[in-house]
C-alpha cells in the first residue's frame, strides 16, 4: 500500500507551477529571431541567462511548419513552452510577421495547466495583430511589456489575471489546478475520508454516490461498503475513484492483527518534522492524554517483517497504557509513506494444480500475484479460513513482500 501513498501525494497537489520567466520574441526581418521584452528582465538577454536563447531561438520562432502548435523545449534546468504564431500578409516586410509569447517554468514542473493559457494568449494576440496591428505598429507593440509584466505577477500570485487591451478587448486567464488520474481501486482497498463528506453532500449529488459515501467508515473494505450500501461492485469502485481524483479519500489495507508492517528507511525523516510529530499525535490518541511521541516513533521502529501486529503487541505490553488507537497508528504511517505492508503471497506449482483437492477456483489464484487481503476478500474467506484450507496442500508455498 506504500503506493498509494506516494501516487496520492502526487495527483492530490494539482498546484500550478510558479512562471519563472516570461518572453516575447519576434522574428526580424534584418536580425532574425530577437526576443524584445522579457520579464524578469535579463532572464535571456543578460550576460548570464537562466536560458540561452540563440540555442533555442529555432523553435521559439520557428519555420511555418512548426506556428500554430504548442511547443515545449528543455533546457538542462528549465522548460520553456510556447505557441508561435505566423500571419502572413503583404504589407509586412517579407510577407509574414512571426511573433512568440513563451512562458518559462523549472524543468521538473507539470506545466498541463497551463497548456490552455499560452494558446488562449497567442489567439488573443494574433486577433489584435490582425484586427489593429497592434503588435507590429510602433505606436502600440510596446504595450506588450505591460502585458507580459502584469501576466508575470498575476499568474504567480493569484493564477489568473485580467488585462484591458482597450475599449474591445479584454485578456482573462485563469489556472485551474489539474489532477493524475487516481490509481486502480481494488475491491480490499479501505477508503479513508481526509474531508467531512456528509458535510459536502447536498441535492446534486449522485444516490449511488451518497449511499457509498456515507458507508465509508475507515474500517470496511471497498467490497463490504457496496455491499452494506447496496450497489454493484463495479459502479463502488467508480465511485471511490471519483473521490480519490479529488482527493477526497485515500486508501490503506485491511487491518488485521495478522497483518506484518515494516518501516522504510525515511521514517527519520520524522524526526525532524514537528508538524508531522504534531499531526501523529493528535491523529492516534484515544483521549485527550497524549503519549511522548519518542515512545511512538520507538514502536514504528519496532515494527519489521516477520513479526505481526499481534505479536509486536505481546512484546510491547506498555502500548494498552499509552492511551493510543493501533488501527489508526498503523494508517497513520501508511498515509504518510513511512511505513508499508508486508503481504503474504500464496504460490501453488503448476504440477501440483492438477492433483490438489483445494477448488480450482482457488488453485486459480495461487500464483503468486494474489495476496491474502486480494484472495481473502474475492473469495469470502477469513485468513485463519485461508490459511486452514492451504494447510491441506503442503506444496503450497508462500512469499513475503
Known amino acids: 500500500m506504500q503506493d498509494y501513498a506516494q501516487q496520492e501525494s502526487e495527483f492530490q497537489a494539482g498546484i500550478p507551477p510558479r512562471l519563472v520567466s516570461v518572453f516575447y520574441s519576434v522574428f526580424d526581418p534584418d536580425k532574425g529571431p530577437q526576443v524584445v521584452f522579457e520579464v524578469p528582465e535579463g532572464s535571456l538577454t543578460s550576460s548570464n541567462p537562466i536560458v540561452e536563447f540563440h540555442s ?9 511548419q512548426l506556428c500554430d502548435h504548442l511547443v515545449n523545449i528543455c533546457t ?12 502572413w500578409g503583404t504589407h509586412y516586410p517579407r510577407n509574414n510577421f512571426m511573433f512568440n509569447l513563451s512562458f518559462v517554468f523549472d524543468r521538473g514542473a507539470d506545466t498541463s495547466s497551463y497548456e490552455p493559457v499560452v494558446r488562449k494568449v497567442a489567439r488573443v494576440l494574433t486577433s489584435l495583430e490582425k484586427e489593429s496591428s497592434f503588435l507590429s505598429n510602433e505606436s502600440t507593440k510596446s504595450f506588450m511589456y505591460n502585458i507580459i509584466e502584469q501576466l508575470f505577477e498575476d499568474l504567480n500570485s493569484y493564477c489568473e489575471c485580467q488585462i484591458p487591451i482597450n475599449s474591445a478587448n479584454t485578456i482573462n486567464l485563469k489556472l485551474f489546478p489539474t489532477y493524475r488520474n487516481p490509481p486502480p481501486v481494488y475491491d480490499y482497498h479501505v477508503p479513508i475520508c481526509t ?18 459515501a456515507t458507508s465509508i467508515n475507515g474500517i470496511h473494505h471497498v467490497k463490504k461498503i457496496a455491499e452494506l450500501a447496496d450497489v454493484d461492485c463495479g ?4 465511485c471511490m475513484e471519483h473521490l480519490l481524483y479529488y482527493g477526497c479519500i485515500i486508501m490503506v489495507d485491511i487491518f488485521q492483527f495478522s497483518n506484518v508492517y515494516a518501516v522504510k528507511p525515511d521514517i527519520i525523516r520524522i524526526i525532524e518534522d514537528e ?6 499525535l ?27 501486529l499481534k505479536e509486536w503487541i505481546q512484546e510491547n505490553k506498555e502500548i494498552t497504557s499509552l492511551n493510543i488507537d493501533i488501527r489508526r497508528f498503523i494508517s497513520f504511517g501508511i498515509i504518510k509513506g513511512f511505513l508499508y505492508r508486508v503481504h503474504k503471497y500464496p504460490i501453488l506449482p503448476e504440477p501440483s494444480k492438477q492433483r490438489t483437492s483445494l477448488p480450482k477456483q482457488l488453485c486459480r489464484l495461487l500464483d503468486g500475484k494474489h495476496h491474502f487481503d486480494e484472495i481473502c476478500t474475492l473469495k469470502g474467506y477469513s485468513v485463519r479460513e485461508l490459511e486452514d484450507i492451504l494447510k491441506r496442500e503442503p506444496e503450497v508455498k508462500f512469499i513475503l513482500r
Open 56 to 64: 533555442i531561438s529555432k523553435y521559439i520562432v520557428p519555420t511555418p
Open 76 to 87: 538542462d534546468s528549465y522548460q520553456v513552452m510556447g505557441y508561435p504564431v505566423g500571419i
Open 195 to 212: 474531508v467531512n463528506l456528509k458535510a459536502l453532500m447536498d441535492g446534486n449529488w449522485d444516490i449511488t454516490m451518497k449511499k457509498v
Open 235 to 238: 459502479l463502488a469502485r467508480k
Open 275 to 280: 508538524t508531522v510529530q504534531s499531526e501523529c
Open 282 to 308: 493528535s491523529y492516534v490518541k484515544k483521549r485527550d492524554k497524549i503519549p511522548p511521541f519518542a515512545k511512538l516513533f520507538s514502536l514504528y521502529c519496532q515494527l519489521k517483517h516477520g513479526l505481526t
